[in-house]
């Protein structure tokens, strides 16, 4: 993947074929979360982070915990890569939760490893 981050490839492509290359990253978060984008090359994603390690377009099992955002915004976040960019978000509204906080922050590290790893 070259160029500028995109998420619907990050989401449709890059991360299910990362998931079986490093397992280790996805199974520390060990549940099911949610990822819903708006904007162009928005949607909803279910990433299964249990033993199965699937990525689904959609909302295909019930999340743990939810993030919201912009494309633009989120493809920001990753290209920022840290976890106090994750907080600015959140605080400033481009980023909204729900569910369970610290597996969300657990989901940013695994997002900002494979998004450089795809890039």
């Not at 619907?8 to 949610?34: M, S, T």
Request: with cysteine; aromatic share 6%.
């Amino acid at each position: 993947m070259k160029g500028k981050l995109n998420a619907r490839d990050l989401f449709d492509h890059e991360i299910p074929k990362l998931l079986p290359e490093k397992p280790e990253v996805a199974k520390r978060i060990n549940a099911v979360v949610g990822i819903e984008l708006t904007g162009e090359d928005g949607g909803y994603w279910t990433l299964d982070l249990t033993e199965n390690l699937v990525v689904e377009r959609g909302r295909t099992k019930e999340p743990k915990c939810t993030i919201i955002a912009h494309t633009d915004d989120f493809e920001a976040l990753l290209a920022g890569g840290s976890v106090r960019d994750l907080l600015q978000a959140f605080k400033e509204k481009r980023l909204q939760t729900s569910g369970h906080l610290p597996t969300i922050l657990k989901l940013e590290g695994l997002l900002t490893s494979y998004s450089k790893m795809a890039s």
